[in-house]
């Protein structure tokens, strides 16, 4: 029978040594916080428990203290496994120094493996991974000399190489709701996030485990309609109600973000005019009616609002992989939200969408780029920050456009107003590079694949092509050699044909795109759509 107790009380449920699943992803979204809090308390105050493994599928934390922040104390867990560090830099450092073992693996994938946790299978049979750091030809998602164990195999499937990740024994599961009734029935009805709720709590029970339950607020038994019902009580051991719970770690409720209201176009703010704009603008025009999206983090994101501002927000569907289908994707530190979604799913079926080549473009950050074309997101600064779900939506898409500045560290560039930038100053950190630190997207693996791979820059646009990177666009205002070619620690080819970027870029108003993207529609045939013609 479900037991209704305070946290600290429920986390006296874990013991020493046990792998802890968590639910929720990136910036607090179905993150139980309260219980997650009352366990780092405890630990603080009884030396227990210790060695945890601690899992999550996402990145959890506010980037400061929050989150996993909360449980970065020494001698409270022995290794990470998650998509990322990212959100949780204390827990970077840690790794970095070799006080914990950290396994870094695509957020798709451990979505997926939580699913066949859940039924009992040996693990998850995929191709996503291949040929990058989680390959375990290359690291194996290992990030220090501590992480020791295969959670990665190699594996060949009659001609064609796979990648089995393990599924891995489950102690305590902690997952998060909106209602929760006296039964331990658990809805979700505020949530900006469903991701994997079920699998989650159903992994631990399987094994015995324990299943604890974070809701806002408490009803009566019998009150809750069977189809809100995210979790049944039957799976549930002890619920926490949180009556101070935020939507998101940066939102206390959005009804937006949960899909009780549709917001007006007229309140989408533009971006401001900055250099972040100007690559997002130049990021959508790889756009066509019809595409299918994913919008990854950081200057991607952007990308919503230029299509809202330029009206053509009606003629694609943008998605982000945590489950948001359609609509316009939350920026910022509430990113992984949306409002005016069409549908918010389960994070573990929307994987299984892009990985079966569902996306038409995907729109991901680079933080450095090497002579093959391989892209690093996942490890600079000599800290392990992991991939989300890069991995995933980077190799089962088959266009992908990477953006960001050409340099970084003290980068001060602007568009001038007029047809180009200016630089006042060059970064001092090199992003194209002889050798990534850390291979996310392998460049060969791509090309072998026929992926088309476009890189937007501030100051110029390139493409990876069969002879190698490519230099197709300039910014005017800009010099080749110097600005360009210079900040480039390898041979790129320049196009006998390279053009201009497009003046409309850098001046302080729409660009009036709409036009010329209803032409493309014409162009393709009456919605034909990439997805139709391959």
Known sequence: MVAIVEAARAVEAIGNGDTVLFGGSGGGHGVAEAVIEALADRFRETGEPRDLTLMSVVSLGDWESAGFGRLALPGLARRVISAGLNNCPAFARMAADEAIEAYLLPQGVLSQV??????????????????????PRL??????????????????????????????????????GTTVDEEGNLSAE??????????????????????????????????????????????????????????????????????????????????????????????AMELAPGDLVNLGFGVSNGISLV??????????????EQGIFGGVTAGGKDAGAGVNFHAMLDQSDNFDFYDGGGLDIAFLSFAQVDA????????YGGLPMGSGGFINISQGTRRVVFSGTLTTGGLEVAPNGRDGV??????????????????TFSGRYARERGQQVTFVTDRAVLELRAEGITLVEIADGVDLQRDVLDQIEFEVRVAPTLRAMDPRLFRDAPMGLLAEFRQRARRRGHGETTRARR
């Open 114 to 135: 939580t699913r066949d946790m859940a039924a009992g299978r040996p693990g998850l049979l995929t191709t996503v991974g291949l040929h990058t750091f989680v390959d």
């Open 139 to 176: 690291e194996g998602g290992r990030q220090n000399a501590r992480s020791t164990d295969s959670l990665v195999e190699l594996v060949t499937v009659g001609d064609e190489e796979y990648l089995l990740y393990r599924a891995l024994p489950i102690d305590v599961a902690v997952i998060r």
């Open 190 to 283: 505020e949530e900006a996030y469903s991701g994997e709720l079920l699998s989650i709590a159903a992994a631990a029970r399987r094994r015995g485990g324990v299943v604890i339950a974070q809701a806002k607020r408490l009803a009566k038994a019998g009150t809750l309609h069977g189809k809100a019902v995210k979790v049944p009580g039957a799976l549930v051991d002890y619920v926490v109600e949180a009556p101070s719970q935020r939507q998101t770690y940066q939102t206390d409720f959005d009804p937006a973000y949960a899909g009780i209201i549709r917001r007006p176009t007229t309140a989408m703010r533009p971006l401001p005019f900055d250099i972040r704009k100007v690559i997002a603008r130049r990021a």
């Open 307 to 320: 299509a809202v501002e330029e009206g053509f927000m009606d003629d694609i569907t943008l998605t982000v």
């Open 372 to 379: 093959e074309g391989n892209v690093n997101v996942s490890r």
């Open 422 to 439: 200016a630089i006042a100053r060059e970064g001092r950190v090199r992003k194209w590079m002889t050798k990534v630190d850390q291979v």
